[in-house]
């Protein structure tokens, strides 16, 4: 049985501050195969890696220079020093851009920035770039087909129709909320995404015995704040090994 590939939630964060290249670097030594990390602009249109639009005391990350961001939070890497940090690794970039969000931005210039950004680093880096807005992994995709984009889901999404949307858009991933995958959810989910050519990466899996659930169900990564947790739990079903490159 072919095991899921294990993606640190924002790097090894119950070991290092989240989204920073210390949790980046700590994903890859708890033995991880790739980190999964939040990008935001700032008003000089620099990739930053931050879960929030805000920073307390601070405030919006769009609204500052990377300089300012720079010498006011100097944890908070680009996206350009987090690929480095993580070269040889599986990196789920997602974008975030609601229009609930402080920094929402309907032209889309984050999308067009990373694809830029990578377009710039000859392609060399292993990404999936996902996000909850449609229209942002839509972007990603009409600018670059070459770029895998994933479609995130919340809890009550209905899965089945969330997977329909996303290989009818041409994207090549969905990655749901582990709370909504419960019994008899998830084995409909990955026959369906298997027949429409979809891998199946779900958040945030941290209970060992989900996680040995979730393998044997066939989905193809399991993203988690607690990495080495899972690679245990994995290693109890033994297995052919994960696969490190995102499905084409």
Request: glycine residues 8%; contains cysteine; proline residues 6%.
């Amino acid at each position: 049985m072919p095991l899921p590939v294990v993606l640190a939630h924002r790097g090894a964060r119950r070991v290092a501050p989240e989204n920073t290249l210390a949790a980046f670097a700590a994903a890859r030594d708890e033995g991880a195969d790739g980190v999964e990390l939040d990008v935001r602009r700032s008003a000089d249109g620099e990739l930053v890696i931050h879960h929030d639009a805000a920073v307390p005391d601070f405030g919006v990350l769009a609204e500052h220079a990377w300089a300012d961001i720079h010498a006011a939070l100097p944890q908070v890497p680009t996206l350009a020093e987090a690929l480095d940090a993580c070269a040889g690794m599986l990196v789920n970039v997602e974008i975030k851009n609601l229009p609930g969000d402080p920094d929402h931005d309907p032209d889309e210039r984050a999308a067009a920035a990373v694809v830029g950004l990578l377009a710039d680093r000859g392609q060399r880096d292993q990404v999936v770039v996902s996000s909850f807005s449609v229209a942002t992994v839509d972007a990603v995709h009409a600018l670059d087909r070459g770029v895998e984009t994933a479609l995130l889901m919340l809890v009550g999404f209905d899965v089945l129709a969330g997977a329909r949307v996303a290989a009818d858009r041409g994207h090549r991933a969905v990655h749901p909320d582990v709370r909504g995958l419960v019994d008899g959810v998830v084995e409909p989910l990955v026959e369906q995404a298997q027949d429409l050519v979809l891998a199946v990466r779900a958040w945030t899996v941290n209970d060992p015995e989900a996680v040995r659930r979730l393998a044997r169900a066939g989905v193809d990564g399991i993203i988690t704040d607690v990495p080495a947790v899972a690679l245990a739990a994995l290693a109890e079903l033994g297995g052919e090994g994960r696969v490190r490159a995102p499905r084409v």
